[in-house]
């Protein structure tokens, strides 16, 4: 058989296929076909068993953000915030220069997990920035539903503190305000099954 006729053999049973993940794209889930097509193209495994495919979100960027001129009690756009001790004394003093935008993936964990884990299946995606997590928070300053969970749920981002240190920040709505926290991304205690990622 030559180059041609196999060439043509591969094509005609990948008609089939094609047309069947097109008409899951234009369906009501195609956001989830095409997050799995990607991570599929990446080498990774697209049906993770940790992590659930909810929606993506574009996020502008900015040339500076100075973390205590936001997280504060009387922030300009009053965001009602509780920091936690071990937040205040990681991030408060970072200011973020030239920050990108980006568009941001939001999953759903499927089970409880840990940071190891979870990190481990997002590879070098996982990241994101203070001006990320601040973006989102404003654009629910008052429990609104939106991407993020605001019913006491953790929404997590893996983001580095001042010294370069990487944290699973969690911001949750409770009792009228966002609960804005940082774990050891080392904690023994997982996530709960519900709780939302934000990353790249």
Do not use: C
Not at 84 to 106: P, R
């Amino acid at each position: 058989m030559s180059t041609q006729d196999m060439l043509g053999d591969a094509l005609a049973q990948v008609v089939g296929p094609l047309k069947d993940f097109f008409d899951k794209l234009a369906g009501k889930d195609g956001l989830q076909w095409l997050e799995a097509f990607k991570r599929f193209l990446r080498r990774e495994n697209p049906w993770s068993k940790l992590l659930k495919f909810i929606t993506t979100i574009a996020v502008a960027g900015a040339e500076k953000f100075v973390a205590a001129d936001h997280f504060k009690a009387d922030n300009e756009t009053g965001v009602k915030l509780w920091l936690s001790d071990n937040f205040k004394q990681n991030f408060l003093g970072k200011t973020e220069t030239v920050v990108a935008g980006a568009t941001l993936t939001v999953y759903e964990f499927i089970k409880n997990s840990l940071d190891a884990s979870i990190i481990a299946e997002l590879g070098d995606r996982h990241e994101t920035s203070l001006f990320h997590l601040w973006e989102l928070i404003k654009k629910q300053s008052k429990g609104e539903e939106g991407t993020l969970r605001a019913d006491g749920y953790a929404n997590i981002f893996y983001i580095r503190a001042t010294d370069g240190t990487l944290w699973a920040v969690n911001a949750s709505w409770y009792d009228g305000s966002w609960s804005v926290n940082a774990f050891s991304v080392g904690h023994p205690i997982g996530w709960d099954a519900g709780s939302r990622l934000v990353s790249r």
